[in-house]
């Protein structure tokens, strides 16, 4: 039975889903629906720039024919048929192209902003992931020594060494270590859910095992004046405003070409044919090329309010490319700084988990001589595991860190 037990559980770790961080992302960005959502936004943007682009010029064609008969003697026939391209061109078609193109830029530029955002959140989620996991393995530690304690405590109980009290300590505290391990457990199998939810993936969370080989800490020295330049530059958000106020710009301009002259122009194969039956001078041909050129202008009052609309509206874009420059600006200073006090904090645990290691093989030994009581012990324990848990969350904090630092500055993961 037990070999049967070994089997199905290496035919388990077979099929496992080992995914690494990159795996997680690219999952995401192919099957996340809010990134197809924005996709097919993008889709339609580009549609509405061709449609723009061909406003210029159309293909045109027409044809007729007819004939006419009152009586035996009066019968003719008209044929007409024309081909040819027509042209139009004006400001105001070359500022609705641009226009056009300034909004599929911005359904880019949303696209790119929505799949960085689940970029990060699979970032957060999966390093959630190896928390819980890095936790659990610890639990799992921390209870197979309880166990191991408590029955050297049943031990040193049964010979004497120890009283009733002491015993009932060391079973209550592997009762909770217990307890701790199915809590660690399932807190895996959540954190586990939600990445498998983000990337919107059929999975079994028992069945994915994530890869991860974490990077050495480096003294990194960042540069705050190149830090702002590359996120003025690639800041979805900066980017997405700037495009704004292009476009409000080019709107503006568009008010102003309801009083500029529009030109159209054609040019075209025209043919027709009329032939009277009874009378072959009263019949006749005519075919040829034929251009026409017309100018229009629209002069009215009525756009002068959209005029002073528009400039409102420019003026209040600036400020609000400014406010949000400023804004990233700022976001890059706190987190240059929350990153150095995630990297203070992760020495600083460091060196807490090596304290606490100390302390808890002296109070080891001075327990087992009889010189520490079992409380003293067990809060040495404690300490030892606080400071172990500590470590985890310092580890995973500066590596968040560092990714949510790149996200501000529209680095890509």
Not at 67 to 95: C, I, M, Q, W
């Amino acid at each position: 039975m037990r070999k049967i037990i070994l089997i199905i559980a290496a035919v388990q770790i077979a099929f496992a889903a080992s995914m690494t961080l990159d795996d997680c992302i690219k999952t995401a960005e192919k099957n996340n629906l809010g990134v197809q959502i924005s996709g097919s936004d993008r889709e339609i943007s580009r549609h509405s720039l061709i449609d723009a682009r061909n406003r210029f010029f159309d293909l045109t064609g027409k044809g007729s024919y007819s004939f006419y008969a009152d009586d035996d003697e009066n019968k003719n026939t008209t044929l007409s048929a024309s081909a040819g391209v027509e042209g139009r061109l004006s400001p105001l078609l070359l500022h609705n192209y641009k226009y056009s193109k300034l909004s599929d830029k911005n359904s880019e530029i949303t696209y790119e902003s929505v799949r960085n955002e689940i970029r990060y959140t699979i970032i957060n989620s999966f390093f959630q992931v190896l928390i819980s996991s890095e936790k659990l393995k610890l639990q799992r530690d921390i209870s197979e020594y309880s166990q191991k304690k408590f029955d050297e405590a049943q031990l040193k109980y049964s010979m004497g060494n120890i009283s009733k009290s002491d015993l009932l300590s060391f079973e209550v505290s592997k009762s909770s270590d217990v307890i701790d391990l199915k809590a660690a457990e399932s807190g895996l199998k959540k954190s586990k859910q939600n990445l498998i939810h983000y990337m919107n993936a059929e999975l079994n969370p028992d069945e994915l095992e994530l890869i991860y080989e974490p990077a050495a800490i480096t003294a990194e020295t960042f540069s705050e004046t190149e830090l702002f330049d590359e996120a003025l530059k690639n800041n979805p958000d900066v980017s997405v405003q700037r495009n704004y106020l292009s476009m409000q710009e080019l709107s503006l301009k568009m008010e102003y070409d309801n009083y500029l002259p529009s030109l159209t122009g054609s040019l075209g194969y025209e043919y027709s044919k009329y032939d009277d039956m009874y009378n072959d001078i009263m019949s006749r041909t005519s075919d040829g090329i034929v251009g026409r050129l017309g100018l229009s202008m629209n002069i009215t009052y009525s756009g002068l309010n959209g005029i002073d609309k528009g400039k409102v509206s420019v003026k209040k874009s600036r400020l609000q490319l400014d406010n949000q420059t400023e804004s990233v600006k700022n976001e890059i200073r706190l987190k240059l700084l929350e990153l150095e006090n995630q990297k203070n904090n992760l020495e600083l645990a460091g060196k807490h988990v090596e304290l606490a290691k100390e302390n808890l093989d002296l109070a080891d030994k001075l327990f087992f001589i009889g010189d520490k009581s079992a409380t003293d012990y067990l809060q040495a324990r404690n300490d030892f595991i606080k400071a172990e848990y500590n470590k985890i969350n310092a580890q995973y904090n500066y590596i968040l860190s560092r990714y949510d630092l790149f996200n501000s500055l529209g680095r890509k993961p």
